[in-house]
Every structure is written in structure tokens, then in C-alpha cells.
């Protein structure tokens, strides 16, 4: 049982410093992503994907303060661009997504709204106007999403509280494509679960 925990652990761990390693923006060429908040209290996130010649960044905000009022204010949308023909993207894409991180903690509240406003990165300033991601417009979709009420809780969900506090924190440590892996992992390690 206790190689299991350590065993577990460890992948747990592994899983935690990949999806750290991509929050920082350290990625692979045409593989991105991270996040940012914007002064509006808006918590976004962001993934690239390699499209052929063309780059495609899906960004997904979330605006945090809604939530009290039953509700979360969500927008998302696309940018697209060639970064392919930037020389500097060709021979650093690492710190080409590092700028773009920090381009779009620039942008505020033109996030998915500003259809002139480009992301540029310092490297491609003088690279062709294609080479920098500009919105998409047809994919720009807001809209409310109203939270549902919990089910009442039973005599002793003290531990299946627990449960769903793994589920949250492998959510925000390991994204949603790995939340799942991490909550398994998680609660073998912590092993209070229902």
C-alpha cells in the first residue's frame, strides 16, 4: 500500500509540474496556453493549437464576482494568426508564447471585444501584419450561465466534501483535461473520500 501512495504521489506530481510548465508559458512550438486576469475581474485562460500554416488561440474568460449574484459572466472567442512568418518565431517559439502570455495580459478589457486590437509580441514587430493573432469575430460568444443549487447534503458527506475539494484542487492544478487523473491521484494520496 505504501509504494501505491508513493508511487501515486509521484505521478500526481509529475502531472502538477507539466501543467505548471505550460502556465508559465515554457511550451512547444505550435502547443500553448496560460492565463491571465484582466482589471475588470475577469479570469481568463488561453490554448493555442497549430492549424497547418496558421495558428489558432481559443481564450475563455470567466468573470469572478458574478458568481455571488447566481450567475458567471462568460466570454470566449478565437485569434488567428501566422506566426510561421516571423523569423523570431521560428527561432525561439518558446519565448514567442512567453510574449504572447504577457500580450495578452496587456490587451485588459479588449479581450475578445477589440476586433482591431492585435496580440504582437516584441520579437514580430516588424514582421508582416498576418504574423500577429487578431480576433476572430464570427467566434466571439458571451453569455450568462446560471449555477445550479447542490443537492442537500446527507448525514455524513464530511468526507465526500473532502472528495469534492480534490476534484476543484486538480482542476485549478492540473486543467480540466486532467482533473479527473489528478482527483484519482489525489484522493488515493489524501485518502478521506467517500
Not at 505521478?11 to 502547443?31: D, T
Not at 486590437?117 to 487578431?134: E, F, I
Request: glycine share 10%.
Amino acid at each position: 500500500m505504501f509504494l501505491l501512495r508513493c508511487f501515486s504521489l509521484w505521478v500526481f506530481l509529475l502531472l502538477l509540474e507539466h501543467r505548471l510548465h505550460r502556465v508559465s508559458g515554457a511550451m512547444q512550438p505550435g502547443i500553448g496556453g496560460g492565463k491571465f486576469s484582466t482589471r475588470d475581474g475577469m479570469r481568463c485562460t488561453w490554448s493555442a493549437s497549430d492549424t497547418g500554416d496558421a495558428v489558432n488561440v481559443r481564450v475563455d474568460c470567466e468573470k469572478s464576482g458574478a458568481q455571488r449574484n447566481g450567475a458567471v459572466t462568460e466570454t470566449s472567442c478565437e485569434y488567428l494568426g501566422k506566426p510561421r512568418s516571423c523569423p523570431g518565431y521560428n527561432s525561439d517559439p518558446k519565448a514567442f508564447w512567453k510574449q504572447v502570455a504577457r500580450a495578452f495580459k496587456r490587451l485588459q478589457g479588449k479581450v475578445c471585444i477589440d476586433g482591431s486590437a492585435l496580440v504582437k509580441t516584441g520579437m514580430c514587430k516588424s514582421a508582416p501584419r498576418q504574423a500577429h493573432l487578431r480576433l476572430n469575430p464570427d467566434s466571439v460568444k458571451i453569455g450568462r450561465t446560471a449555477l445550479t443549487t447542490p443537492p442537500p447534503l446527507q448525514s455524513s458527506t464530511a468526507a465526500c466534501l473532502k472528495g469534492a475539494g480534490h476534484r476543484r484542487g486538480a482542476e485549478d492544478y492540473c486543467g480540466s483535461s486532467w482533473a479527473s487523473v489528478c482527483a484519482f491521484f489525489m484522493s488515493i494520496v489524501q485518502s478521506e473520500d467517500c
